[in-house]
């Protein structure tokens, strides 16, 4: 309402530059999701190195993948490496073992926008479904597509994909584990 009273075009500018960074607040996905954040920056370096890191600790939470053994057949890695895997997420809390079981830890690991592992971490997942594409389940959901819309209603979508995403996120961490999926969201600007 301010910003269209404005009577010149320099406290016109100041208004809308307070809309945008209102608007880049709420655009943030780390200030919608309860996350905190334990663990060093070297850890959260090696665990978002690849991607193989976030699947085991996904797939350790589900019952008849808490073994070594199980992880590393269905990775399709050397249990050598499984074995080393789970033990840095052992130590970093993020998986515990007990009794040779390995389920989840105490530590929660997210990433904000802000963060210099963010690329990193998209980058490995959008390359995982690209080499899974391959084995295209007809239950799978893969939408891609390039659009033309208004600005406004980009900022309408933009709300509405976070808005589900904390939805989603809530149901996730309220479901018991019982099925491993990857869930990328992809939506910006064809052109800055």
């Avoid at 295209?136 to 959901?141: A, K, S």
Wanted: contains cysteine; glycine residues 4%.
């Amino acid at each position: 309402i301010l910003k269209d009273r404005a009577t010149n075009e320099k406290l016109r500018k100041r208004f809308e530059a307070k809309v945008q960074a209102m608007r880049d607040e709420r655009l943030n996905i780390k200030s919608r999701l309860e996350t905190t954040d334990s663990i060093s920056t070297k850890d959260r370096e090696k665990f978002y190195s690849s991607a193989i890191y976030g699947a085991i600790h996904v797939l350790a939470a589900i019952p008849g993948f808490g073994t070594v053994e199980a992880l590393a057949d269905a990775t399709k890695l050397a249990r050598s490496r499984v074995r080393e895997i789970v033990d840095f997420m052992i130590r970093i809390d993020v998986l515990k073992e007990e009794d040779g079981r390995i389920s989840s830890g105490t530590n929660h690991v997210h990433l904000g926008n802000d963060s210099e592992l963010i690329l990193k971490h998209h980058i490995n997942w959008r390359y995982h479904t690209i080499a899974n594409l391959q084995f295209l389940d007809r239950d799978d959901i893969h939408y891609s597509a390039c659009l033309s819309l208004s600005v406004e209603d980009a900022f309408k979508l933009k709300e509405s994909i976070l808005a589900n995403l904390k939805q989603n996120v809530d149901v996730v961490s309220k479901s018991k584990e019982e099925i491993a999926y990857v869930m990328c969201f992809d939506f910006y600007k064809l052109i800055s």
